[in-house]
């Protein structure tokens, strides 16, 4: 039983590009959140999907956006990449978004480093 | 608004001695908490959680902590460590339903480093 799973693992891109990253969630889980955790921080919610829709939102700006396909799998897209946004993306899923005692499970993650 | 402040962003323990990492927490309503590690280069695994009920939770990997309301806490122990607990551990905490509505979103500590000696 596969896991969380992210895609790619690392990734290097320049000021003003433009970037996806992917995520699968665990077998048998329909919500997908993203986090962004930068070096020697905790994670930063940036956004949750569910049924293919935005239901919840941090406080990241509109470069951040996100897509949710059937298959529940999710990506991360950010625009205009800025030096700042160099961190560990996390993908956590979990089973049903209004079921508080089911457990965020988490991929490893996608280092992107902005330069 | 919620919050959680780990307090003591390094600790370093003796292998076989006691892990205490500790998390205070801020919450207008009674909230959910969780404990989660991190491994180098990997994403966060959930060690234990407290949401309602017996307030002392055990964990994998021998863990446990315990739920103080009077002193807004959620420290994490383990009684013996061992050389694998080496990790970044970080406190969260989300609200519960009703007040959380739609809401799953996590609000996490700035985590602490345990670093574990022979």
């Known amino acids: 039983d596969a896991g969380v799973t992210q895609s790619p693992t690392h990734l290097i891109k320049t000021r003003g590009q433009q970037v996806t990253l992917r995520c699968s969630p665990k077998?048998?889980?329909?919500?997908v959140s993203w986090y962004q955790q930068a070096l020697g921080q905790g994670p930063q919610f940036i956004f949750q999907y569910y049924e293919e829709e935005e239901r919840q939102r941090g406080n990241f700006p509109d470069r951040f956006s996100g897509h949710q396909f059937p298959n529940y799998s999710s990506e991360l897209n950010v625009n205009a990449l800025l030096l700042g946004d160099s961190a560990l993306y996390l993908c956590?899923?979990?089973?049903?978004?209004?079921?508080?005692?089911?457990?965020?499970?988490f991929g490893n993650g996608t280092r992107l480093t902005v330069t | 608004a919620q919050s959680v402040t780990q307090l003591g962003s390094h600790v370093s323990v003796s292998e076989g001695a006691l892990v205490l990492l500790r998390c205070n927490y801020s919450s207008s309503v009674p909230p959910y908490l969780f404990w989660y590690v991190q491994y180098p280069n990997q994403g966060l695994q959930l060690l234990l959680k407290y949401t309602t009920g017996a307030t002392l939770v055990k964990g994998i990997n021998g863990f446990e902590a315990e739920f103080k309301k009077s002193e807004t806490s959620f420290h994490l122990t383990k009684p013996s460590a061992h050389m694998s607990d080496a990790a970044e551990y970080f406190c969260?905490?989300?609200?519960?339903?009703?007040?959380?509505?739609?809401?799953?979103?996590?609000?996490w500590g700035l985590g602490t480093s345990l670093a574990v000696n022979p």
């Open positions: 969260a905490v989300s609200e519960p339903p009703p007040w959380a509505g739609n809401n799953r979103k996590l609000i």
């Open positions: 077998s048998g889980h329909d919500t």
């Open positions: 956590a899923s979990s089973f049903g978004h209004r079921t508080y005692n089911s457990p965020l499970h």
